[in-house]
């Protein structure tokens, strides 16, 4: 199953800044279902945002200005996900792009304009992490509903007079499934990853591995002096100096912890340190990040951290700022303590390259492990994000991953422990 994980970027015209927001809150405060663009309408969407992104820094208001940012993650390709957004959205799109200093379409009905327009401004990530892959968002919420009806089914034999075993409470379940034709789908749902999907990644990480390893050695002499140069670079580089903006932390609570789910949306964009070496290392760590998540990470954890469902990183503006954009379960203070306990090596490897990030040694020693300082800074690189969309607020990375396993499971010859280990599972 292909995923594609993306964003589209766009300069929003300043006077019309406001108004934009005022329009995304909107829909911000009903994703699902509101007058100008209801996501629900999208069977292959997992996540969507939009949030607009204006800089503190006065220079950096001039080098940047304000953009509009709207991520997706969906099933397939690009261009039949294009046609989605057009059939289904494309008058709220219509709406919202013509506060951006570059749409000149003049009506929704410009198809081959609207698709011109979004794969002008497509940002793919150089990096990004799927929490449950090979799932559809279509099969998430039929294996959701499967789940809920095999635990409804197994608390009405539980509490019936006659009490059952295990075995035959595993053989009712199985029953009841293979008699309903609402779960017919259930035996001829494939595999989470083809053979293929599940071992090129290998192929391609150990031989771009390889041929790192090669050049490195190669040009030896360059890459000893590059790597001094950069701890050089490191022993003077600032670092930030006090707390978070207590204002941008207001605004950002305010936008989290919703009472209706379990996940939360993070977005934030931090300019990196100037130089081309900077940026080459940047890349290439995001590059090796990349290939092991492809490889490595593909059972719901990244280093580690079962709470992620979609997450990525673009090196935006020639590589002068990253883009982080992540969907994760649980709280913000949790996500981040779960980063510096348990990655903070390949946290530190990423945004060292950044301003202001604590002082790092070998790019992976020190940094993030100054947990309130890198709080403070990621706080401070956040942005607030204007409109959030899940196709399943109320699931967590670990309750997709489980409902998963019991769809899997339950046609699969088990013995009398497996059965049980079945059971406990619902």
């Known amino acids: ?27 911000g405060d009903n994703p699902e279902k509101n007058a100008i663009l209801s996501f629900r309408r999208l069977e292959k969407l997992h996540f969507a945002s939009f ?13 940047y200005g304000i953009v509009l940012v709207f991520e997706n993650n969906f099933d397939g390709e690009l261009d039949p996900y294009l046609s989605d957004l057009y059939n289904n959205l494309g008058d709220g799109l219509h709406q919202i792009y013509q506060h ?25 990530p150089n990096a990004y992490h799927i929490g449950n892959t090979g799932r559809e968002a279509r099969r998430i919420l039929d294996e959701r509903t499967l789940h809920d009806a095999l ?38 749902v494939g595999p989470r990853q083809t053979a293929k999907e599940k071992y090129l ?32 670079k490191e022993s003077t580089d600032s670092e930030k100096a006090g707390g978070a903006d207590n204002d941008n932390i207001r605004n950002l609570v305010e936008s989290e912890d919703h009472t209706i789910s379990v996940q939360n949306h993070m977005a934030s964009i931090t300019v990196v340190k100037p130089g081309w070496l900077r940026r080459l290392t940047l890349w290439l760590v995001l590059r090796t990040i990349n290939l092991l998540a492809r490889a490595a990470a593909t ?109 899997e499971d339950i046609f699969t010859p088990l013995d009398p422990t497996g059965q049980e280990a079945w059971l406990q599972r619902l």
Request: aromatic share 12%; with cysteine; net charge negative.
């Open 100 to 124: 951006c200093s570059d749409y000149s379409i003049m009506s929704a009905t410009e198809r081959d304009n609207m698709f011109s327009y979004f794969k002008a401004h497509v940002i793919w």
């Open 1 to 27: 199953m292909t995923h594609s994980v993306l964003t589209f970027i766009s300069p929003v015209i300043p006077a019309k800044a406001d108004a934009l927001r005022a329009l995304l809150k909107q829909i």
């Open 151 to 188: 635990e409804t089914r197994a608390d009405e034999l539980v509490d019936s007079e006659n009490k059952s075993s295990a075995l035959q409470l595993f053989a009712s379940l199985k029953g009841f499934i293979a008699s309903n034709s609402k779960f017919s789908w259930v035996p001829g």
């Open 299 to 407: 059972h719901g954890e990244l280093s580690g951290i079962p709470s992620i469902h979609f997450a990525h990183w673009s090196m935006i503006d020639g590589g002068r700022r990253l883009l982080f954009v992540s969907n994760f379960d649980g709280s913000w203070e949790n996500y981040l303590d779960d980063f510096i306990d348990k990655a903070h090596y390949g946290l530190t490897a990423v945004w060292s390259n950044t301003v202001n990030f604590p002082r790092t040694h070998f790019l992976v020693l020190g940094g993030a492990t100054d947990g309130p300082r890198f709080k403070a800074i990621a706080r401070d690189s956040q942005t607030v994000t204007n409109a959030w969309y899940s196709a399943y607020l109320d699931l967590t990375v670990q309750n997709i991953d489980n409902s998963s396993s019991i769809r």
């Open 201 to 232: 990644p290998w192929v391609n990480f150990a031989a771009q591995a390889s041929l790192i390893v090669l050049l490195i050695i190669l040009l030896l002499p360059i890459s000893v002096i590059l790597a001094v140069v950069l701890l050089g």
């Open 51 to 63: 949030f607009v992104h204006e800089p503190t820094d006065e220079q950096q208001k001039k080098d």
